[in-house]
């Protein structure tokens, strides 16, 4: 039975926490530690996803408020890979560590399928565990620093060092704290250059952010297009999304260098026809580790903040619904437009959208939009619509207006009402037939709209 529990020290893993119980409980094997905390001797005291969460929980509640939800997002590393994940996957991983058997975590995980590989022991700061020992008497073991892809210390700036305490220890049921005897302070050497030191501090500082932020999990598809759109803003994709590879690899390489890369295990190789970063911007088929994620958040947005909070879809032309310019329509200058497709133009490589109302208009017009009034402008108009050649009907044999007028109803150019009164073969007042005979084919080029519908 659990008579206390100590209270975890700022940014402490659970596991650190469970190790500094073990040596105040006195106890003298590590199993009857785990019959305590967990009712069961054959829980695996695992470091960065712990399962049986729930019955700690409970044992916990008579003298602490720990709810398993907290255990969870504020000391295991969960909250570094959920974000990453399907939704329906983040759920099963935290219900698996909530569960009492929680060998399918790191499948789930995608830690187990990953080339980015875990430390082999356990890492510290040399300047927090000194500043640990004066302000608490003891060290301990910080689960930022555990972090895969946390080389550097966010808070210090200077390299963590590697104890002599495995990750994954001899004994797999058996927590073992921090101390001075198990984690060396030996002389500092440069493994890395300048450049590779700030850009892993720069890492280690978006990681934590991430840790302290509780970001909901996201869908691959989420991740994609954000990651196409800020591409698109970079010209290394096209408006349509098709990415520049070779212009996407060089200038990733020269953002980070082959040793931040190889660092992380996530080196490139310009051979290689499917690489892990042409794979993440592709349409999703797997999940990504999350080092690689924050390497193409950072390259692309600046910050792991900035990413989340800014919304990056790819819109040359703002959001839907879009105006229809159609005079004849009851909804004219109305925002009820809600097909648009994008395209590219091949002179110019500016994007090219083409609105389809329901009234059947069809206009485009080069983008991006740059002011209010580029949503009156049309570029070109492809289609009409039944719509509008009801109204160019009504209004030449009903109410029998002339040319001009009925160019003016209609907002177009008088040659472009010429051409459709000859193809729809109405009864006009105001042209001869050797005018009719004047007005261009129907196989020739739509008009443009050269002015302002408002």
């Not at 939800?69 to 909250?79: A, H, R």
């Not at 590219?344 to 994007?351: F, G, L, Q, S, V």
């Not at 206009?363 to 108009?381: A, F, L, V």
Request: glycine content about 4%.
């Amino acid at each position: 039975m659990v008579s206390f529990f100590p209270k975890p020290y700022p940014d402490e893993i659970l596991y650190s926490v469970m190790a500094r119980y073990h040596i105040r409980s006195a106890n003298t094997s590590p199993k009857v530690t785990l019959r305590e905390l967990f009712n069961s001797p054959s829980t695996i005291a695992t470091a960065d996803l712990p399962s049986n969460l729930n019955i700690l929980s409970e044992n916990l509640q008579f003298f602490s408020n720990y709810t398993v939800e907290e255990l969870i997002y504020k000391y295991t590393l969960y909250p570094f890979y959920s974000v990453f994940l399907p939704p329906k996957r983040a759920i099963q991983v935290k219900e698996s560590m909530k569960a009492e058997q929680g060998g399918d975590i790191h499948t789930r995980a995608g830690i187990m399928a990953s080339s980015v590989a875990m430390s082999r022991y356990f890492r510290f700061c040399p300047n927090c565990l000194e500043e640990d020992l004066q302000k608490y008497g003891e060290a301990y073991w910080h689960r930022l620093h555990q972090i895969p892809g946390v080389v550097v210390c966010p808070v210090h700036a200077v390299m963590l060092k590697d104890s002599t305490v495995p990750i994954q220890g001899f004994n797999k049921h058996e927590y073992q704290a921090a101390s001075l005897k198990n984690c060396p302070i030996t002389p500092n050497q440069q493994l890395y250059s300048n450049d590779t030191l700030e850009n892993l501090l720069l890492l280690a500082q978006d990681i934590s952010w991430l840790m302290n932020t509780k970001l909901s999990a996201k869908q691959p598809e989420w991740f994609r297009r954000r990651y196409v759109a800020l591409l698109i803003e970079k010209g290394l994709a096209t408006v349509t999304g098709r990415v520049n590879r070779k212009r996407l690899l060089d200038n990733f390489l020269f953002f980070y260098g082959h040793e931040m890369l190889e660092a992380l295990n996530s080196t490139l190789n310009y051979q290689q026809k499917h690489n892990w970063l042409l794979n993440i911007v592709r349409k999703p088929r797997k999940s990504f580790h999350p080092i690689r994620h924050l390497l193409m958040i950072r390259f692309l947005a600046g910050s792991l903040a900035e990413f989340f909070n800014i919304d990056y879809d790819y819109k040359p032309f703002g959001d839907a619904p879009w105006l229809c310019l159609n005079a004849a329509a009851d909804h004219y200058l109305q925002p009820v437009v809600t097909d648009l497709a994008i395209s590219n133009c091949c002179d110019t490589k500016k994007p090219v959208g083409t609105f389809r109302c329901s009234c059947g208009m069809i206009y485009c017009r080069t983008g991006p939009d740059t002011t209010e009034d580029d949503q009156y402008r049309i570029g070109k108009i492809k289609a009409y619509g039944t719509v509008w050649e009801h109204k160019l009907r009504e209004l030449v044999e009903v109410q029998r207006l002339g040319l001009r007028a009925t160019a003016r109803q209609l907002r177009v150019a008088t040659r472009t009402v010429k051409r459709y009164a000859l193809l729809l073969k109405l009864d006009t007042s105001w042209q001869s037939c050797d005018e009719y005979e004047s007005v261009p084919s129907q196989e020739q080029p739509e008009d443009d709209l050269t002015y302002s519908p408002r």
